[in-house]
């Protein structure tokens, strides 16, 4: 009998060490399980402007809330437009797509109907405006939410994000234009594309049908 017990303690121990083990391995998969539900609620915050299902919405960005396309774009005014009119033409429009004009146009909750309006383009198509503004996008917002465009001199003017009340968004004042290299270092973006965004920043192509 005394021998049956020695041989049973080996294949306690044994056990013992399986559940200690077992043990560090179960909580570092509770912390991962934990870090990974964390990682996708913020991806999904961030991407809370993504699909709005509205021609216009609202999205709150890092410069407030402003308005955004069915896709979540941030939609900006250029200042060079006056009286309702645009004079974003050629490689201007390739940079900056005019918000055209597809059916009847819906709206998110806190864009006022008042406030928008279409302008006719050259090639007679209509363009959506926002208090008289003509809406464009930015082609180098890629994803929903971005606000790459802000305050970027181009063709002649700059460009800004518009608010639910038509105008610049409160938050910009007194906000400086970032430079092509800054823009580049921010994002920790490679050089070209620092370089794709002076180089929209000089184009000065005269204006043709578009």
């Avoid at 080996?10 to 391995?25: C, S």
């Amino acid at each position: 009998m005394r021998v049956g017990r020695r041989e049973d303690k080996p294949a306690q121990r044994r056990t013992g060490r399986r559940v200690y083990l077992a043990l560090p391995l179960s909580a570092a998969l509770g912390v991962a399980g934990f870090l990974a539900a964390g990682a996708i609620a913020q991806h999904s915050a961030a991407t809370g402007c993504a699909a709005t299902g509205h021609t216009i919405a609202l999205c709150r960005t890092k410069l407030g809330r402003v308005l955004v396309n069915s896709k979540g774009h941030t939609l900006y005014l250029f200042r060079k437009d006056r009286h309702g009119k645009s004079t974003c033409y050629s490689s201007c429009a390739t940079f900056w797509p005019p918000l055209r004009k597809h059916g009847k146009p819906t709206l998110g909750p806190g864009v006022k109907k008042s406030l928008l309006g279409t302008t006719r383009r050259r090639n007679g198509k209509r363009q959506l405006t926002y208090n008289k503004h003509p809406l464009y996008r930015y082609t180098l917002d890629t994803r929903a939410g971005q606000t790459k465009g802000e305050g970027l001199k181009a063709f002649g003017a700059r460009w800004y994000a518009v608010s639910a009340r038509g105008t610049e968004p409160a938050d910009v004042r007194g906000w400086r234009a970032p430079t092509g290299s800054e823009l580049g270092a921010e994002r920790g973006e490679p050089s070209h594309r620092a370089g794709s965004q002076r180089a929209v920043a000089d184009t000065t192509s005269a204006p043709t049908t578009r």
